[in-house]
T-cell receptor, first 114, second 111 residues
Framework: DAMVIQNPRYQVTQFGKPVTLSCSQTLNHNVMYWYQQKSSQAPKLLFHYYDKDFNNEADTPDNFQSRRPNTSFCFLDIRSPGLGDAAMYLC?????????????FGSGTQLSVL | QQQVKQSPQSLIVQKGGISIINCAYENTAFDYFPWYQQFPGKGPALLIAIRPDVSEKKEGRFTISFNKSAKQFSLHIMDSQPGDSATYFCAASNTGNQFYFGTGTSLTVIP
């Protein structure tokens, strides 16, 4: 049973054309994260929500934004995708905020930018 | 810069053999070291984790060895099976709630 669901599995967009990736969870977890993973690189945290409290990583480009309209859903918006934004985007959740918390990942959305 | 360095990038092991993946870190503030396993088409899933107050943690065929003085930790998979073929990520975190991942190791266990 999928607990963290990401749609779509593959997304193709054009250079500069806004794109939205979605994530939903059935775990009722308080924290939702977005990671960017480029080929052969480590997943990199972009931002996270603790409930409605948004936390942006210092080096996340302004081109990336996020919305969490309710506990279950979280969206990643890329306002003007560049070629360098092509990557796997992973959504994750944790029950609470804390470094000992277990992360639950979705299957990811592979974004291609043409 | 890479907070957690992982090696090797890929590993091929015979069925029944021992798979060993190594990670090293610099930040002594890290206080929690999980390993995640990722199968193709799936997201990473927590496999096993260790705190620095112990030098070893074992769960079934999976063991983490931790060397605090060397700032290194490793994953050992005993009696490796084809079903263990996956990508393995080490990670480190601290009270800042930020998880730093290694670059991953692609493990292939051949029958």
């Amino acid at each position: 049973d999928a607990m963290v669901i990401q749609n779509p599995r593959y997304q193709v967009t054009q250079f500069g054309k806004p794109v939205t990736l979605s994530c939903s969870q059935t775990l009722n977890h308080n924290v939702m994260y977005w990671y960017q993973q480029k080929s052969s690189q480590a997943p990199k945290l972009l931002f996270h929500y603790y409930d409605k409290d948004f936390n942006n990583e210092a080096d996340t480009p302004d081109n990336f934004q996020s919305r969490r309209p309710n506990t279950s859903f979280c969206f990643l918006d890329i306002r003007s995708p560049g070629l360098g934004d092509a990557a796997m985007y992973l959504c994750a959740t944790s029950r609470e905020k804390g470094y000992l918390e277990k992360l639950f990942f979705g299957s990811g959305t592979q974004l291609s930018v043409l | 810069q890479q907070q957690v360095k992982q090696s090797p990038q890929s590993l091929i092991v015979q069925k029944g053999g021992i798979s060993i993946i190594n990670c090293a870190y610099e930040n002594t503030a890290f206080d929690y070291f999980p390993w995640y396993q990722q199968f193709p088409g799936k997201g990473p899933a927590l496999l096993i984790a260790i705190r620095p107050d112990v030098s070893e943690k074992k769960e079934g065929r999976f063991t983490i060895s931790f060397n605090k003085s060397a700032k290194q930790f490793s994953l050992h998979i005993m009696d490796s099976q084809p079903g263990d073929s996956a990508t393995y990520f080490c990670a480190a975190s601290n009270t800042g709630n930020q998880f730093y991942f290694g670059t991953g190791t692609s493990l292939t266990v051949i029958p």
